[in-house]
């Protein structure tokens, strides 16, 4: 078994420099990750993703209750990832929303991840939320798996079943059996 060093980090608040190139991968990565659950088409995600973003940060970095930091080693001072947390009122509480979390690409599985999560706990304590709540992509078991052994619990789940095209030949009688016969009959009187 492999042990990860234990890692931490400080949030720094991004940039106006920096925020661009964030908001512009930001945007494309949620628009592959919409495209990969099967929540939108590959042809309209990038507008679709953008189209949130500015909806969500219509000020950008200067968007009340909206934080964006640049995640940096605390020992190093080198950028290891970034985090977007909304403060909000969601069921009678102030929660921390994570609209979106990375660990860039060299640092990955490196602990960063679970440091990165820890800050960001932290971080929503001091901006006094009660509770911190995230979406989780089906596909993406490392995310799951990490906020797991966090504490973090399913609230809700979203599911889906792929349906087969069914071969024209069949579809009448498939769909025969499948919904029942249904007697209609009609009474003559009052209608109480």
Do not use: C
């Amino acid at each position: 078994m492999t042990i990860k060093p234990i890692r931490s980090v400080r949030l720094d608040p991004m940039t106006a420099d920096e925020y661009p190139a964030w908001e512009a991968h930001a945007a494309s990565g949620y628009a592959q990750s919409q495209v990969q659950a099967g929540h939108w088409a590959a042809e309209t995600a990038l507008e679709q993703a953008w189209q949130d973003t500015r909806r969500l940060l219509p000020l950008g970095l200067a968007t009340p209750d909206q934080h964006v930091w640049v995640a940096r080693d605390a020992e190093s001072g080198a950028a290891v990832g970034t985090l977007w947390i909304a403060i909000r009122r969601q069921g009678g509480r102030t929660e921390a929303y994570i609209y979106d979390v990375e660990v860039d690409p060299e640092h990955q599985g490196g602990g960063y991840g679970r440091a990165i999560m820890e800050a960001g706990a932290a971080a929503a304590r001091g901006l006094g939320a009660e509770v911190v709540a995230l979406n989780v992509f089906g596909f993406n078991d490392r995310a799951y798996n990490l906020y797991k052994s966090l504490g973090y619990v399913v609230a809700n789940r979203h599911m889906r079943l792929e349906l087969q095209p069914q071969r024209p030949d069949r579809a009448s009688t498939t769909v025969a059996a499948a919904v029942p016969a249904v007697e209609v009959r009609s009474t003559v009187g009052p209608i109480l």
